[in-house]
């Protein structure tokens, strides 16, 4: 058996490092003894911001890794019902989300599912009865009154001065 050189047992140091956040997010869901679609947002960002911001080992290793992440699973922040399920779940609400554009598209298909449910709920409850028409007070008055929920619930789960890539990095990290 050959020994390794010092420059491969530089590389080998470099691809333990480079590969360390993989490892870490497979610890983490094979520890979880029921992984839910809610985990996905959270944990693919955070390996993909991981990845971008770590320095060290193979850093094109980093940038082939993102790369086969962004080819394999698209961009997750494009589904709506993972985001949904993130923002329910109440370990994660809208922490995941880092841009208010997918935070506030994220709430408003969260409003529309519940009102869909709300009219498919009187409508079966009432079956004879026409189905009443939202006025436009009742909606505002659900948007404030879920938003100031998921808010306050959000603000009680995250501590203060902590950003959101910090608490991916938490979550990430073993």
């Known amino acids: 058996m050959k020994n390794l050189s010092a420059q491969q047992w530089s590389t080998a140091a470099e691809q333990t490092v480079a590969l360390r956040p993989s490892m870490n997010v497979t610890r983490l869901m094979s520890s979880v003894a029921y992984p839910t679609a809610s985990m996905i947002v959270p944990v693919l960002n955070g390996l993909k911001d991981l990845l971008r911001t770590t320095n060290g080992g193979l850093d094109v290793l980093h940038d082939v890794f993102v790369r086969l992440l962004d080819e394999k699973f698209g961009d997750v922040l494009e589904d709506r019902e993972l985001c949904a399920a993130t923002v329910v779940d109440p370990r994660f609400k809208t922490t995941p989300f880092d841009d208010e554009e997918c935070r506030q598209r994220t709430l408003t298909y969260m409003l529309e599912v519940e009102a869909m449910e709300t009219v498919a709920a009187v409508a079966t409850a009432t079956p004879s009865s026409p189905s009443p028409q939202p006025t436009a007070s009742s909606s505002v008055t659900s948007n404030a009154s879920i938003r100031s929920k998921l808010d306050r619930n959000t603000a009680a789960t995250a501590a203060p001065g902590r ?12």
């Open 163 to 174: 950003s959101r890539a910090s608490a991916q990095h938490e979550l990430l990290a073993c």
